[in-house]
């Protein structure tokens, strides 16, 4: 078995999206992060901001509170409106080649295939609120902020896919970037790649 695309679930401050985006470099294969946002933004009429946070956080308390939340008379929400077009994007971009995603519950929209790579990142939570400190330069960044976070993606996940965010079972790998660092962290995924034989995209001329 080969595998060609790679799923990056993340904590929040983990540096998930710092692993997919160097891995996808080694690989030489394209990262789907910001252009899920934007084509979903323009397929939905949403804005970008609106697309960045509630297609991956939950706004609400608790899932039931969520699954509880505004619909149409066809018993759609626009999360759930949001959520079938990402889920759309998601699909036309993996149709075009080899590729990893950031987030997105990609893992989940992309289940069925076998030529998939499901990775979780994980890190203590001091080193998370440490990274986003220093890179955003915030200090209101809180362990309650953190673990809110973390919380809205875990009721977003387990609403759409009805499974449980970052149970290590339902991923192919989890790795602490916090003990292992960013940079071993793509080491290994790579490293799995390669022996799956993960195939380059052509590159442009």
Known sequence: MSIKYVTISREY???GREVGKKLADKLGIPLYDKEIIEQTAFKT???EEYVKKQGEYANAKNWIEYSFSAR????????DYLWSKQREVILELVAKGPCVIVGRCADYILRERTDVLNVFIH????????RITRIYKDPEHTDKMLKDMD?????NYRYYTEQEWGKCQNYD??????SLGIDSCVDIIYDICKTKDVTK?????
Do not use: Q, V
């Not at 890190?123 to 440490?130: F, G, I």
């Not at 790998?173 to 916090?178: E, H, N």
């Not at 995209?201 to 001329?205: A, I, Q, R």
């Open 201 to 205: 995209t052509p590159k442009e001329d």
């Open 173 to 178: 790998i989890t790795l602490d970037s916090g």
């Open 72 to 79: 149409n008379s066809y018993g759609m929400s626009p999360e």
């Open 45 to 47: 009429g949403f804005a």
């Open 123 to 130: 890190a203590d939570l001091e080193k998370r609120k440490d």
């Open 13 to 15: 401050g983990s540096g």
């Open 151 to 155: 919380k809205k993606r875990k009721f």
